[in-house]
């Protein structure tokens, strides 16, 4: 079992910047691919950012060169640095993981948090 709660949405204004943070506990953190999605009112949940176990990260082409994902093996948690953000950037954003094997494997979501970007 692995629970996962995020932390560090709110309301900023364009150009402004927020970090996110996932706090991930039951499991081996280390061993596991993280990922930041987004959803916004009325549209399907996107992926936004991943990092995999080994540190290699990958964006979304609407967030590259703005948003950095990281992660701090030894806290459990995962990190999204959201920078020059815009009213587009506006969602609930959602931490992920799998873990298990390649054939069994469980899927676990945070709660999400509200990133309100005003223009």
């Known amino acids: 079992q692995v629970q996962l709660v995020e932390s560090g949405g709110g309301l900023v204004q364009a150009g402004g910047s927020l970090r996110l943070s996932c706090a991930a506990s039951?499991?081996?953190?280390?061993?596991?691919?993280m990922r930041w999605y987004r959803q916004a009112p009325g549209k399907q949940r996107e992926l936004v950012a991943t990092i995999t176990r080994s540190s290699t990260t990958n964006y979304a082409d609407s967030v590259k060169g703005r948003f950095t994902i990281s992660r701090d093996n030894a806290k459990n948690t995962m990190f999204l640095q959201m920078n020059s953000l815009k009213p587009e950037d506006t969602a609930v954003y959602y931490c992920y993981t799998r873990a298990g094997s390649a054939t069994v494997y469980w899927d676990y979501w945070g709660q999400g948090t509200q990133v309100t970007v005003s223009s």
């Open positions: 039951g499991s081996t953190f280390s061993g596991n691919d």
